[in-house]
């Protein structure tokens, strides 16, 4: 359902359907993505990094990181694109975090488990019943 919001480009207010852009925030992303793409495909700039695609176009670097997170542009393709892991920084090709973060987030969740079996294990209260008390009451 559509929704009256400020553009997160601009401010100006606007009915939202998808994007937080309002069309002249869109219109000018789409210019600014197809100069990064022209940029980016010539054989000499393949090899490109953000920073240098940033400074080539004067494009924010946030939105060349938008576009590889939306897989509009392909890390496969253009080898040195990447974004940072919002753990730590390190620069990432796909996912939200880095293999090093992504491991030490399964071992603190197995650590955590461990931890709350142990501490469940230890509360664990005895029963016991009378000759006259029936288990299935």
Known sequence: MAELENCKGCGKLFVRVSSP???ACLKKQEAQFEQVY???????????TVSQVHEATDVSVNLIYQWIRE????????????YPCRS???????GVLCDDCLKKLEHDIDQDDDEHDAALKA???KTYYTRGESRHN
């Open 123 to 125: 509360n664990r209260v």
């Open 38 to 48: 022209r940029y980016i495909r010539q054989q000499e700039h393949r090899m490109a």
């Open 71 to 82: 897989g509009r542009l392909k890390p496969s393709i253009f080898q040195n694109l990447g």
């Open 88 to 94: 730590c920084g390190k620069m990432i090709q796909n």
């Open 21 to 23: 852009y309002c069309p």
